[in-house]
Protein backbone atom coordinates (compact mmCIF):
# COMPACT_ATOMS: atom_id res chain seq x y z
CA UNK A 1 0.00 0.00 0.00
CA UNK A 2 1.38 3.29 -0.93
CA UNK A 3 2.26 5.64 1.38
CA UNK A 4 0.28 9.12 1.87
CA UNK A 5 3.43 11.03 0.90
CA UNK A 6 3.87 9.18 -2.19
CA UNK A 7 0.40 10.12 -3.22
CA UNK A 8 0.81 13.69 -2.00
CA UNK A 9 4.18 13.29 -4.53
CA UNK A 10 1.93 12.06 -7.61
CA UNK A 11 -0.87 14.40 -7.11
CA UNK A 12 1.57 17.63 -7.97
CA UNK A 13 3.03 16.64 -10.40
CA UNK A 14 -0.25 15.61 -12.15
CA UNK A 15 -1.02 18.96 -11.64
CA UNK A 16 2.00 20.50 -12.65
CA UNK A 17 1.81 18.65 -15.95
CA UNK A 18 -1.69 19.59 -16.29
CA UNK A 19 -0.75 23.33 -15.84
CA UNK A 20 1.82 22.68 -18.14
CA UNK A 21 -0.39 21.90 -21.25
CA UNK A 22 -2.46 24.85 -20.47
CA UNK A 23 0.04 27.18 -20.96
CA UNK A 24 1.60 25.44 -23.96
CA UNK A 25 -2.01 25.37 -25.38
CA UNK A 26 -2.48 28.98 -24.68
CA UNK A 27 0.66 29.93 -26.04
CA UNK A 28 -0.23 27.83 -29.55
CA UNK A 29 -3.85 29.11 -30.04
CA UNK A 30 -2.09 32.70 -29.25
CA UNK A 31 0.20 32.24 -32.48
CA UNK A 32 -2.09 30.60 -34.66
CA UNK A 33 -4.60 33.59 -33.52
CA UNK A 34 -1.77 35.47 -34.90
CA UNK A 35 -1.07 33.83 -37.86
CA UNK A 36 -4.77 33.47 -38.73
CA UNK A 37 -5.34 37.28 -38.18
CA UNK A 38 -2.09 38.12 -40.63
CA UNK A 39 -3.03 35.87 -43.32
CA UNK A 40 -7.01 37.25 -43.44
CA UNK A 41 -5.30 40.84 -43.50
CA UNK A 42 -3.38 40.01 -46.51
CA UNK A 43 -6.11 38.23 -48.46
CA UNK A 44 -8.02 41.18 -47.71
CA UNK A 45 -5.19 43.72 -48.82
CA UNK A 46 -4.61 41.51 -52.08
CA UNK A 47 -8.75 41.72 -52.80
CA UNK A 48 -8.86 45.03 -52.32
CA UNK A 49 -6.26 45.82 -55.23
CA UNK A 50 -7.63 42.88 -57.24
CA UNK A 51 -10.48 44.51 -57.14
CA UNK A 52 -9.38 47.84 -57.37
CA UNK A 53 -7.45 47.34 -60.88
CA UNK A 54 -10.03 45.15 -62.41
CA UNK A 55 -13.56 47.00 -61.58
CA UNK A 56 -14.96 50.36 -61.79
CA UNK A 57 -15.52 52.35 -58.68
CA UNK A 58 -18.83 52.05 -56.57
CA UNK A 59 -19.51 55.68 -57.82
CA UNK A 60 -20.12 57.02 -61.20
CA UNK A 61 -17.72 59.99 -61.84
CA UNK A 62 -20.30 61.51 -64.75
CA UNK A 63 -22.95 61.66 -62.19
CA UNK A 64 -21.46 62.23 -58.55
CA UNK A 65 -19.48 65.73 -58.24
CA UNK A 66 -17.96 65.77 -61.36
CA UNK A 67 -18.25 69.60 -60.90
CA UNK A 68 -16.57 69.33 -57.99
CA UNK A 69 -12.39 70.07 -58.09
CA UNK A 70 -12.17 68.12 -54.73
CA UNK A 71 -13.72 65.14 -55.49
CA UNK A 72 -11.81 64.93 -59.05
CA UNK A 73 -8.55 65.69 -56.61
CA UNK A 74 -9.10 62.59 -54.86
CA UNK A 75 -9.96 60.53 -57.56
CA UNK A 76 -6.89 61.53 -59.01
CA UNK A 77 -4.63 61.24 -56.48
CA UNK A 78 -6.06 57.52 -55.86
CA UNK A 79 -5.52 56.39 -59.42
CA UNK A 80 -1.72 57.51 -58.98
CA UNK A 81 -1.48 55.41 -55.73
CA UNK A 82 -2.37 52.52 -57.69
CA UNK A 83 -0.91 52.72 -60.76
CA UNK A 84 2.56 53.65 -59.07
CA UNK A 85 1.66 50.76 -57.17
CA UNK A 86 1.03 47.82 -59.30
CA UNK A 87 2.57 49.31 -62.68
CA UNK A 88 5.96 50.49 -61.30
CA UNK A 89 7.00 46.75 -60.40
CA UNK A 90 6.67 42.95 -62.47
CA UNK A 91 9.11 41.60 -64.86
CA UNK A 92 5.64 40.53 -66.98
CA UNK A 93 4.31 44.26 -67.28
CA UNK A 94 8.30 45.35 -67.91
CA UNK A 95 7.93 42.83 -70.98
CA UNK A 96 4.93 43.88 -72.37
CA UNK A 97 5.64 48.08 -71.89
CA UNK A 98 9.53 46.79 -73.98
CA UNK A 99 7.80 44.37 -76.58
CA UNK A 100 4.99 46.83 -77.17
CA UNK A 101 7.83 49.87 -77.43
CA UNK A 102 10.15 48.33 -80.06
CA UNK A 103 10.08 48.76 -83.80
CA UNK A 104 10.03 46.18 -86.41
CA UNK A 105 11.33 47.83 -89.07
CA UNK A 106 14.58 49.11 -89.41
CA UNK A 107 15.30 52.75 -87.82
CA UNK A 108 12.14 52.63 -86.71
CA UNK A 109 10.72 54.84 -83.89
CA UNK A 110 10.23 54.09 -80.50
CA UNK A 111 6.97 56.02 -79.69
CA UNK A 112 4.74 56.88 -76.76
CA UNK A 113 1.47 57.68 -77.31
CA UNK A 114 -0.48 59.27 -74.52
CA UNK A 115 -4.39 59.40 -74.90
CA UNK A 116 -3.79 56.33 -77.11
CA UNK A 117 -7.02 55.04 -76.18
CA UNK A 118 -8.42 58.46 -77.19
CA UNK A 119 -9.84 58.84 -80.66
CA UNK A 120 -6.96 60.59 -82.30
CA UNK A 121 -4.74 58.60 -80.54
CA UNK A 122 -5.82 55.03 -81.30
CA UNK A 123 -6.06 55.97 -84.60
CA UNK A 124 -2.16 56.95 -84.67
CA UNK A 125 -1.19 54.44 -82.46
CA UNK A 126 -2.66 51.93 -85.42
CA UNK A 127 -0.79 53.47 -88.43
CA UNK A 128 2.45 53.95 -86.30
CA UNK A 129 2.46 49.70 -85.46
CA UNK A 130 1.23 49.35 -89.25
CA UNK A 131 4.19 50.88 -90.63
CA UNK A 132 6.48 49.19 -88.29
CA UNK A 133 7.29 51.38 -85.13
CA UNK A 134 7.40 50.88 -81.57
CA UNK A 135 3.98 52.09 -79.85
CA UNK A 136 3.50 52.23 -76.05
CA UNK A 137 -0.04 53.89 -74.73
CA UNK A 138 -0.47 55.93 -72.10
CA UNK A 139 -4.45 56.80 -70.90
CA UNK A 140 -6.16 57.46 -67.62
CA UNK A 141 -9.59 56.59 -69.18
CA UNK A 142 -11.55 59.00 -67.50
CA UNK A 143 -14.92 59.44 -67.80
CA UNK A 144 -15.23 62.64 -69.88
CA UNK A 145 -17.35 60.18 -72.37
CA UNK A 146 -18.54 57.01 -72.15
CA UNK A 147 -15.33 54.83 -70.80
CA UNK A 148 -16.68 51.86 -72.85
CA UNK A 149 -15.82 53.32 -76.10
CA UNK A 150 -12.14 54.12 -74.94
CA UNK A 151 -12.02 50.18 -73.42
CA UNK A 152 -13.22 49.56 -77.08
CA UNK A 153 -10.29 51.20 -78.69
CA UNK A 154 -7.88 49.47 -76.30
CA UNK A 155 -9.02 46.14 -77.25
CA UNK A 156 -8.83 47.27 -80.94
CA UNK A 157 -5.18 47.96 -80.09
CA UNK A 158 -4.81 45.04 -77.53
CA UNK A 159 -5.33 43.03 -81.09
CA UNK A 160 -2.38 44.74 -82.79
CA UNK A 161 -0.05 44.06 -79.93
CA UNK A 162 -0.07 47.12 -78.76
CA UNK A 163 0.00 48.06 -74.78
CA UNK A 164 -1.62 50.85 -73.43
CA UNK A 165 -0.96 51.64 -69.57
CA UNK A 166 -3.83 52.98 -67.55
CA UNK A 167 -2.18 55.75 -65.60
CA UNK A 168 -2.34 60.01 -65.24
CA UNK A 169 0.40 62.34 -66.97
CA UNK A 170 0.44 63.72 -63.72
CA UNK A 171 1.63 60.59 -62.15
CA UNK A 172 5.27 60.88 -61.89
CA UNK A 173 6.79 57.88 -60.84
CA UNK A 174 4.81 56.10 -63.87
CA UNK A 175 6.60 58.16 -66.27
CA UNK A 176 10.12 58.05 -64.41
CA UNK A 177 9.33 54.13 -64.83
CA UNK A 178 8.49 54.27 -68.78
CA UNK A 179 11.33 56.42 -69.58
CA UNK A 180 13.94 53.91 -67.74
CA UNK A 181 12.39 51.01 -69.51
CA UNK A 182 12.19 52.42 -72.76
CA UNK A 183 14.78 55.01 -74.13
CA UNK A 184 11.52 56.74 -76.42
CA UNK A 185 12.72 58.55 -79.51
CA UNK A 186 9.32 60.40 -79.97
CA UNK A 187 6.63 61.48 -77.50
CA UNK A 188 3.13 61.97 -79.42
CA UNK A 189 1.21 63.87 -76.67
CA UNK A 190 -2.52 64.01 -77.44
CA UNK A 191 -4.07 63.42 -73.71
CA UNK A 192 -5.81 66.14 -72.75
CA UNK A 193 -8.77 67.38 -71.41
CA UNK A 194 -11.24 68.08 -74.79
CA UNK A 195 -14.54 69.47 -75.27
CA UNK A 196 -15.15 74.07 -75.29
CA UNK A 197 -18.20 73.97 -73.31
CA UNK A 198 -17.39 71.25 -70.68
CA UNK A 199 -14.89 73.97 -69.28
CA UNK A 200 -17.64 76.17 -67.98
CA UNK A 201 -18.62 73.05 -65.81
CA UNK A 202 -15.37 71.87 -64.97
CA UNK A 203 -12.57 74.26 -65.59
CA UNK A 204 -10.19 72.73 -63.16
CA UNK A 205 -9.73 69.66 -64.91
CA UNK A 206 -8.51 71.64 -68.18
CA UNK A 207 -5.70 73.29 -65.77
CA UNK A 208 -4.57 69.60 -64.24
CA UNK A 209 -4.34 68.13 -67.76
CA UNK A 210 -3.85 70.30 -70.18
CA UNK A 211 -1.49 72.52 -68.64
CA UNK A 212 -0.03 70.49 -64.99
CA UNK A 213 -0.06 67.44 -67.33
CA UNK A 214 1.72 68.60 -70.03
CA UNK A 215 4.10 70.39 -67.28
CA UNK A 216 5.00 66.83 -65.47
CA UNK A 217 5.30 65.21 -68.82
CA UNK A 218 7.81 67.92 -70.31
CA UNK A 219 9.73 67.65 -66.77
CA UNK A 220 10.53 63.93 -67.26
CA UNK A 221 11.09 64.16 -70.87
CA UNK A 222 13.92 66.67 -70.64
CA UNK A 223 15.51 64.56 -67.95
CA UNK A 224 16.06 61.49 -69.98
CA UNK A 225 18.74 60.08 -72.18
CA UNK A 226 17.91 60.60 -74.49
CA UNK A 227 15.68 63.36 -75.02
CA UNK A 228 12.58 62.27 -77.06
CA UNK A 229 11.47 64.58 -79.93
CA UNK A 230 7.47 65.64 -79.28
CA UNK A 231 4.88 66.15 -81.18
CA UNK A 232 1.61 67.15 -79.39
CA UNK A 233 -1.85 68.22 -80.18
CA UNK A 234 -2.36 72.38 -79.61
CA UNK A 235 -5.88 73.73 -81.22
CA UNK A 236 -7.52 75.61 -83.66
CA UNK A 237 -9.16 77.08 -80.75
CA UNK A 238 -6.10 79.22 -79.81
CA UNK A 239 -6.90 81.19 -82.52
CA UNK A 240 -9.89 82.64 -80.36
CA UNK A 241 -11.69 86.14 -81.53
CA UNK A 242 -9.65 86.14 -84.62
CA UNK A 243 -11.60 87.43 -87.44
CA UNK A 244 -8.55 86.96 -90.26
CA UNK A 245 -9.37 84.16 -92.75
CA UNK A 246 -8.15 81.59 -93.70
CA UNK A 247 -6.61 81.09 -90.49
CA UNK A 248 -2.28 81.42 -90.20
CA UNK A 249 0.07 80.44 -87.65
CA UNK A 250 0.95 83.46 -88.22
CA UNK A 251 -1.99 85.31 -87.01
CA UNK A 252 -2.98 86.49 -83.54
CA UNK A 253 -3.33 84.08 -80.51
CA UNK A 254 -3.85 85.83 -77.58
CA UNK A 255 -7.35 86.41 -77.81
CA UNK A 256 -9.17 82.97 -76.47
CA UNK A 257 -12.40 82.80 -76.61
CA UNK A 258 -12.54 79.90 -73.81
CA UNK A 259 -10.73 78.29 -71.35
CA UNK A 260 -9.84 74.88 -73.00
CA UNK A 261 -8.25 77.74 -75.96
CA UNK A 262 -6.36 79.46 -72.92
CA UNK A 263 -5.08 75.87 -71.34
CA UNK A 264 -4.22 75.36 -75.38
CA UNK A 265 -2.45 78.59 -75.45
CA UNK A 266 -0.64 78.01 -72.47
CA UNK A 267 0.69 75.05 -73.76
CA UNK A 268 2.56 76.64 -76.84
CA UNK A 269 4.07 78.97 -74.48
CA UNK A 270 5.29 76.52 -71.92
CA UNK A 271 6.19 74.44 -74.86
CA UNK A 272 8.45 77.13 -76.30
CA UNK A 273 9.84 77.66 -72.48
CA UNK A 274 11.11 74.23 -72.47
CA UNK A 275 12.80 74.35 -75.84
CA UNK A 276 14.43 77.26 -75.12
CA UNK A 277 15.54 76.35 -71.15
CA UNK A 278 16.50 72.65 -72.26
CA UNK A 279 16.84 71.69 -75.83
CA UNK A 280 13.57 69.42 -76.50
CA UNK A 281 12.80 69.29 -79.79
CA UNK A 282 8.89 70.66 -79.99
CA UNK A 283 6.21 70.54 -82.57
CA UNK A 284 2.62 71.68 -81.70
CA UNK A 285 -0.47 70.60 -84.17
CA UNK A 286 -3.21 72.54 -84.19
CA UNK A 287 -6.02 70.24 -85.31
CA UNK A 288 -9.48 71.67 -86.70
CA UNK A 289 -12.44 69.32 -85.74
CA UNK A 290 -11.92 65.91 -86.66
CA UNK A 291 -14.22 63.71 -86.83
CA UNK A 292 -14.69 59.87 -88.31
CA UNK A 293 -15.02 56.22 -87.24
CA UNK A 294 -14.26 55.59 -83.74
CA UNK A 295 -14.89 59.92 -82.71
CA UNK A 296 -15.58 61.23 -79.66
CA UNK A 297 -19.49 61.16 -78.27
CA UNK A 298 -19.29 64.84 -77.81
CA UNK A 299 -18.69 66.07 -80.88
CA UNK A 300 -21.88 67.79 -83.38
CA UNK A 301 -21.84 65.35 -86.19
CA UNK A 302 -21.66 62.35 -83.76
CA UNK A 303 -24.68 63.37 -81.31
CA UNK A 304 -26.71 64.66 -84.23
CA UNK A 305 -26.36 61.41 -85.68
CA UNK A 306 -27.65 59.57 -82.33
CA UNK A 307 -30.05 62.27 -81.42
CA UNK A 308 -31.56 61.80 -85.58
CA UNK A 309 -31.37 57.84 -85.48
CA UNK A 310 -33.70 58.40 -81.99
CA UNK A 311 -36.03 60.97 -83.57
CA UNK A 312 -35.07 63.49 -80.93
CA UNK A 313 -34.58 67.38 -82.12
CA UNK A 314 -31.09 69.20 -82.67
CA UNK A 315 -29.95 72.43 -82.03
CA UNK A 316 -28.69 74.40 -84.85
CA UNK A 317 -26.46 77.19 -83.99
CA UNK A 318 -26.76 80.66 -85.55
CA UNK A 319 -24.27 83.73 -84.36
CA UNK A 320 -25.37 86.71 -82.83
CA UNK A 321 -25.52 88.57 -86.20
CA UNK A 322 -28.19 85.12 -87.60
CA UNK A 323 -25.20 83.74 -90.09
CA UNK A 324 -24.43 80.08 -90.41
CA UNK A 325 -22.23 78.45 -87.96
CA UNK A 326 -19.34 76.67 -90.01
CA UNK A 327 -16.46 74.64 -89.54
CA UNK A 328 -13.57 73.14 -91.52
CA UNK A 329 -13.92 69.91 -90.51
CA UNK A 330 -11.05 67.60 -91.31
CA UNK A 331 -11.23 63.68 -91.74
CA UNK A 332 -9.02 61.58 -89.57
CA UNK A 333 -7.52 60.01 -91.89
CA UNK A 334 -5.97 63.11 -92.99
CA UNK A 335 -5.38 64.34 -89.17
CA UNK A 336 -3.09 61.03 -88.77
CA UNK A 337 -1.04 61.61 -91.91
CA UNK A 338 -0.06 64.96 -90.39
CA UNK A 339 0.62 63.51 -86.95
CA UNK A 340 3.05 60.71 -88.56
CA UNK A 341 4.52 63.88 -91.06
CA UNK A 342 5.40 65.89 -87.82
CA UNK A 343 7.11 63.64 -86.45
CA UNK A 344 8.94 61.64 -89.59
CA UNK A 345 10.37 65.54 -89.97
CA UNK A 346 10.90 66.35 -86.18
CA UNK A 347 14.63 67.07 -85.77
CA UNK A 348 16.40 65.58 -82.59
CA UNK A 349 16.44 67.12 -79.07
CA UNK A 350 19.45 68.58 -78.59
CA UNK A 351 19.10 68.54 -74.45
CA UNK A 352 20.30 65.58 -72.00
CA UNK A 353 19.32 65.18 -68.28
CA UNK A 354 18.12 68.43 -68.32
CA UNK A 355 21.26 70.28 -69.75
CA UNK A 356 20.92 71.96 -73.40
CA UNK A 357 23.62 71.51 -75.54
CA UNK A 358 22.37 73.51 -78.50
CA UNK A 359 19.19 74.96 -80.23
CA UNK A 360 16.54 73.08 -80.79
CA UNK A 361 13.55 72.77 -83.37
CA UNK A 362 10.34 74.38 -82.47
CA UNK A 363 6.75 74.80 -85.01
CA UNK A 364 3.76 75.01 -84.60
CA UNK A 365 1.36 73.47 -87.56
CA UNK A 366 -2.22 73.81 -88.97
CA UNK A 367 -4.16 70.26 -89.55
CA UNK A 368 -7.29 71.04 -91.03
CA UNK A 369 -9.26 70.60 -94.11
CA UNK A 370 -9.43 74.17 -95.60
CA UNK A 371 -12.73 73.82 -96.75
CA UNK A 372 -15.38 75.57 -94.37
CA UNK A 373 -19.04 73.63 -94.20
CA UNK A 374 -21.90 75.12 -92.33
CA UNK A 375 -23.58 73.04 -89.86
CA UNK A 376 -26.71 73.50 -91.83
CA UNK A 377 -24.95 71.24 -94.40
CA UNK A 378 -23.55 68.84 -92.06
CA UNK A 379 -26.88 67.80 -91.04
CA UNK A 380 -28.41 67.61 -94.67
CA UNK A 381 -25.40 64.90 -95.23
CA UNK A 382 -26.50 63.07 -92.44
CA UNK A 383 -30.02 63.37 -93.30
CA UNK A 384 -29.37 61.04 -96.55
CA UNK A 385 -26.89 58.92 -95.25
CA UNK A 386 -29.45 57.82 -92.10
CA UNK A 387 -32.36 58.11 -94.61
CA UNK A 388 -34.08 59.89 -91.34
CA UNK A 389 -35.20 63.92 -91.45
CA UNK A 390 -34.17 65.35 -88.81
CA UNK A 391 -36.01 67.86 -86.38
CA UNK A 392 -34.39 71.17 -86.74
CA UNK A 393 -34.39 73.80 -84.22
CA UNK A 394 -32.32 77.17 -85.56
CA UNK A 395 -31.22 78.83 -82.28
CA UNK A 396 -28.60 81.43 -81.43
CA UNK A 397 -25.34 80.68 -80.29
CA UNK A 398 -24.80 80.84 -76.37
CA UNK A 399 -21.84 82.82 -74.57
CA UNK A 400 -19.84 79.75 -73.81
CA UNK A 401 -16.68 80.07 -75.96
CA UNK A 402 -17.66 78.17 -78.85
CA UNK A 403 -16.19 80.45 -82.14
CA UNK A 404 -18.64 80.94 -85.34
CA UNK A 405 -16.08 80.30 -87.90
CA UNK A 406 -12.91 77.57 -88.34
CA UNK A 407 -10.82 77.92 -91.42
CA UNK A 408 -7.53 76.45 -92.15
CA UNK A 409 -4.53 77.40 -94.13
CA UNK A 410 -2.05 74.46 -94.18
CA UNK A 411 0.62 75.77 -96.83
CA UNK A 412 3.18 75.26 -93.75
CA UNK A 413 2.62 71.92 -93.39
CA UNK A 414 2.17 71.03 -97.05
CA UNK A 415 5.59 73.02 -97.23
CA UNK A 416 7.22 70.99 -94.76
CA UNK A 417 6.08 67.76 -94.73
CA UNK A 418 3.56 67.49 -97.74
CA UNK A 419 0.22 67.68 -95.69
CA UNK A 420 -2.54 67.20 -97.91
CA UNK A 421 -6.02 66.16 -96.71
CA UNK A 422 -8.12 65.07 -99.43
CA UNK A 423 -11.36 63.59 -97.81
CA UNK A 424 -14.48 66.16 -98.31
CA UNK A 425 -17.12 65.87 -95.79
CA UNK A 426 -19.83 63.73 -97.65
CA UNK A 427 -17.08 60.91 -98.22
CA UNK A 428 -15.54 61.23 -94.70
CA UNK A 429 -19.51 61.35 -92.71
CA UNK A 430 -20.41 57.73 -94.86
CA UNK A 431 -17.36 56.41 -93.41
CA UNK A 432 -18.38 57.26 -90.36
CA UNK A 433 -22.67 56.79 -90.28
CA UNK A 434 -20.74 52.68 -91.36
CA UNK A 435 -18.80 52.45 -88.47
CA UNK A 436 -21.52 53.94 -86.26
CA UNK A 437 -24.44 51.61 -87.14
CA UNK A 438 -21.81 48.88 -86.94
CA UNK A 439 -21.02 49.62 -83.84
CA UNK A 440 -24.20 50.16 -81.92
CA UNK A 441 -25.85 47.74 -84.10
CA UNK A 442 -28.70 50.39 -84.98
CA UNK A 443 -31.18 50.54 -88.35
CA UNK A 444 -29.47 47.88 -90.56
CA UNK A 445 -31.54 49.42 -93.50
CA UNK A 446 -28.80 52.13 -93.00
CA UNK A 447 -25.35 49.43 -93.76
CA UNK A 448 -27.21 48.40 -96.64
CA UNK A 449 -27.86 51.36 -98.08
CA UNK A 450 -23.95 52.77 -97.69
CA UNK A 451 -23.23 49.44 -99.12
CA UNK A 452 -25.10 49.97 -101.93
CA UNK A 453 -23.51 53.66 -102.31
CA UNK A 454 -19.83 51.94 -101.80
CA UNK A 455 -20.72 49.47 -104.40
CA UNK A 456 -22.00 52.25 -106.64
CA UNK A 457 -18.81 54.25 -106.59
CA UNK A 458 -16.81 51.52 -106.65
CA UNK A 459 -18.57 50.51 -110.06
CA UNK A 460 -18.09 54.27 -111.30
CA UNK A 461 -14.09 54.24 -110.72
CA UNK A 462 -13.85 51.29 -112.06
Same mark, same amino acid.
Given at each position: ?????????????????????????????????????????????????????????????????? !????????????? !??????????????????????????????????? &??????????????????? &??? &???????????????????????????????????????????? %?????????? =?????????????????????????????? =???????? =???? =????????????????????????????????????????????????????????????????????????????????? %?? %?????????????????????????????????????????????????????????????????????????????????????????????????????????????? &???????????????????????? %?????????????
Amino acid at each position: MASPLDTSKSTKSERYSYYLRRVNNTKLLAASSKLLFRATLLAALILIFYFTLNYPPLFDASKNDH !NNPHTHHRILHST !NFISSAFYGSGAAWEKQVRHSATPRRPNGFSVLVT &GAAGFVGSHCSLALKKRGD &GVL &GLDNFNSYYDPSLKRARQSLLTKHQIFIVEADLNDTPILLKLFD %IVPFTHVLHL =AAQAGVRYAMQNPQSYVASNIAGFVNLLEV =AKSADPQP =AIVW =ASSSSVYGLNTENPFSEEHRTDRPASLYAATKKAGEEIAHTYNHIYGLSLTGLRFFTVYGPWGRPDMAYFFFTKDILQGKG %IN %IYKTQDGKEVARDFTYIDDVVKGCLGALDTAEKSTGSRGKKRGPAQLRVYNLGNTSPVGVGKLVGILEGLLNVKAKKHAITMPRNGDVPFTHANVSLAHRDFGYKPSTDL &GTGLRKFVKWYVGYYGVHPGIKKE %IKNVEHSEAEASA
